[in-house]
Every structure is written in structure tokens, then in C-alpha cells.
């Protein structure tokens, strides 16, 4: 009796690990996706931008979209904040910006239209090293399903290159 109770314990706990292994090998932690920043309005606000419809810069390939014509709000993290104050982003910093329609009345008054995206940039030396550190996700109108493969990333990253010296980012931060 006890040694068929072994066998069945040894059984189960192999077909655990065999599904356990399984299932690990299907999502992968280190597949470079960035994932969508929950919270992010609850972060430091930083800055905000009126970008308008045919602004120089922005529409020269790679950074088509999200570098679009709205309302941008930038945000950081509490990290985020430590390196916009020192220079020096460690790992688990998150910036994220959100484009907003710009919609303009019957009286000529403008206002924020719809969420047209939110993008992010995560710092993760290790598992974004061909990036600066840096991963970057993209999500469309409300959706939490980063569009950026590893490509777009790189055209992301592109731009940002000339920003090495501040770390990659565009943003600063002016304390008021």
C-alpha cells in the first residue's frame, strides 16, 4: 500500500513538472514585450505638448506613429523620476506618454478628444540591452495589446539615439 501510494505521488509530481515545463516554455518572461502601464495617470505628471498636424519631425520614417499630431501627456514613475532628476535610469523605470485627439468647436475653443494611444518605455538593461535599456510598447485607443514586435522597437529606439546622453529620453522634468 505504501509503495503504491510513492508511485502515485511520483506520477503526479512528474506530470506536474512535465506540465509545468510545458507551459513555461509557451511564455517566455524574457520575450521582450512591454506591457501596458496600469496606473500610469496616477504617476508624476510631467509635461504636456499641443503637437499640430504637419509638425516638422514627426512625420519622417521610422517614427511615424505614435509621434502623431494631439495632445500628448508624458508620465514617470517614481524611478523614472529619480532618473529624470539624476541622469541615471535604473531598471524599473517607466515613462509613458498618451495621445489625445485634438478636437476643436464650433467656436473655435479646442479641447482633448479620444485616447488615440498610450506608449511606454521601460528600463531593463539586461533584457533590452540592444535597445538602450530601454523596451517600448505601444497600445492603440484603450487597448492593453502592445502592436511594437521587436523591429518596431528598434525603429523606436531610433529616434531616440540622439537622446543618449539623457539617457534615451526625450522628456525632462522641471520641478514647480
Known amino acids: 500500500m505504501r509503495y503504491s501510494a510513492f508511485v502515485i505521488t511520483g506520477i503526479v509530481a512528474a506530470a506536474s513538472l512535465a506540465f509545468t515545463l510545458n507551459q513555461a516554455s509557451s511564455v517566455r518572461a524574457d520575450d521582450g514585450a512591454v506591457a501596458y502601464p496600469d496606473g500610469y495617470r496616477n504617476w508624476t505628471f510631467l509635461h504636456s505638448s499641443l503637437v499640430p498636424a504637419g509638425a516638422q519631425g514627426f512625420s519622417k520614417s521610422p517614427c511615424v506613429k505614435p509621434c502623431t499630431n494631439g495632445i500628448f501627456y508624458f508620465y514617470g514613475n517614481e524611478l523614472a523620476m529619480k532618473g529624470l532628476r539624476s541622469g541615471t535610469y535604473a531598471d524599473g523605470a517607466v515613462i509613458a506618454e498618451e495621445l489625445l485627439e485634438f478636437r476643436v468647436g464650433e467656436k473655435g475653443n479646442g479641447g ?41 522597437q528598434q525603429g523606436c529606439f531610433q529616434c531616440h539615439i540622439p537622446r543618449k546622453a539623457n539617457g534615451y529620453v526625450f522628456t525632462k522634468y522641471d520641478e514647480r
Do not use: C, H, I, P
Open 112 to 152: 482633448e478628444g479620444r485616447r488615440v494611444l498610450t506608449a511606454v518605455m521601460v528600463k531593463d538593461s539586461q533584457r533590452y540591452a540592444a535597445t538602450g535599456g530601454w523596451g517600448f510598447g505601444k497600445f492603440d485607443e484603450g487597448s492593453k495589446v502592445n502592436t511594437l514586435d521587436a523591429k518596431a
